[in-house]
């Protein structure tokens, strides 16, 4: 809020509850300083994408209608900070229209379409639903498929490297593709019963009961590559 737009909230409030009006100019512009410092990150107006939207002077008027105590800055600045949380929370980042590959100025990009976000300057995006969350499944379906539909497959490639200790199974599959070497997951594993796409594992058994446990192999079964060989060799003669 601007330095007016504070004066103007700080009149409402006295409006509302009179025993909180300065006593003298002095105290007036001391408390007006006050107010100013600690809402100058707080927006007076912002629009909420399920249409619950934010207004300073409302949630000065909620307080001095609902509490006994004299209003205080951090009685509007902890609702708007909720506010603003919540509206972010349902929020889905666009793309950029800077160059991903520039990841400084594609992060200046997101930041700046973020702090739109929390000034009200522009309507958030509402996310989509995501599995575990309200709807049917058919809707959680959808929306996962429209999100990953929107986001697309591609990401920088320094983003990617950075990423790749943490997600070797995706690694591993990308640079075969870039390599142009059969993809193990292409196929099923005959070995340890793994589905196509799914990682390779080793099965313990316990002696004692004879009860089972899986772990995930960081490389495939000699026999799943085996077959991802003759399968793509199969491809290309087929062709």
């Given at each position: 809020?601007?330095?007016?737009?504070?004066?103007?909230?700080?009149?409402?409030?006295?409006?509302?509850?009179?025993?909180?009006?300065?006593?003298?100019?002095?105290?007036?512009?001391?408390?007006?300083?006050?107010?100013?410092?600690?809402?100058?990150?707080?927006?007076?107006?912002?629009?909420?994408?399920?249409?619950?939207?934010?207004?300073?002077?409302?949630?000065?008027?909620?307080?001095?209608?609902?509490?006994?105590?004299?209003?205080?800055?951090?009685?509007?600045?902890?609702?708007?900070?909720?506010?603003?949380?919540?509206?972010?929370?349902?929020?889905?980042?666009?793309?950029?229209?800077?160059?991903?590959?520039?990841?400084?100025?594609?992060?200046?990009?997101?930041?700046?379409?973020?702090?739109?976000?929390?000034?009200?300057?522009?309507?958030?995006?509402?996310?989509?639903?995501?599995?575990?969350?309200?709807?049917?499944?058919?809707?959680?379906?959808?929306?996962?498929?429209?999100?990953?539909?929107?986001?697309?497959?591609?990401?920088?490639?320094?983003?990617?490297?950075?990423?790749?200790?943490?997600?070797?199974?995706?690694?591993a599959r990308e640079r075969a593709a870039r390599e142009g070497r059969p993809d193990p997951l292409d196929v099923p594993c005959t070995w340890c019963k793994a589905e196509s796409g799914?990682?390779?594992?080793?099965?313990?058994?316990?002696?004692?009961?004879?009860?089972?446990?899986?772990?995930?192999?960081?490389?495939?079964?000699?026999?799943?590559?085996?077959?991802?060989?003759?399968?793509?060799?199969?491809?290309?003669?087929?062709?």
């Amino acid at each position: 809020m601007t330095r007016e737009e504070v004066a103007a909230l700080l009149a409402y409030a006295v409006s509302l509850d009179p025993r909180t009006a300065p006593a003298n100019e002095a105290e007036a512009t001391e408390r007006l300083n006050q107010w100013f410092a600690l809402l100058a990150d707080v927006a007076p107006r912002a629009p909420h994408p399920e249409g619950r939207h934010w207004d300073a002077s409302q949630a000065v008027h909620r307080h001095i209608a609902t509490s006994p105590y004299p209003i205080k800055p951090s009685d509007v600045s902890s609702l708007w900070h909720a506010f603003r949380r919540d509206v972010l929370s349902r929020h889905m980042d666009p793309l950029p229209d800077a160059d991903p590959d520039d990841e400084q100025a594609y992060r200046a990009a997101l930041a700046d379409h973020r702090r739109a976000i929390e000034t009200g300057r522009t309507v958030a995006t509402p996310r989509a639903l995501m599995p575990g969350e309200t709807g049917t499944r058919d809707q959680r379906e959808q929306a996962a498929a429209a999100r990953l539909a929107a986001l697309g497959t591609y990401m920088p490639r320094t983003v990617a490297d950075a990423l790749a200790p943490l997600r070797p199974v995706r690694t591993a599959r990308e640079r075969a593709a870039r390599e142009g070497r059969p993809d193990p997951l292409d196929v099923p594993c005959t070995w340890c019963k793994a589905e196509s796409g799914d990682p390779c594992r080793d099965i313990r058994i316990n002696p004692q009961d004879n009860s089972t446990r899986a772990r995930r192999r960081a490389k495939p079964h000699p026999s799943r590559l085996d077959a991802a060989t003759a399968h793509r060799h199969a491809q290309e003669t087929a062709v």
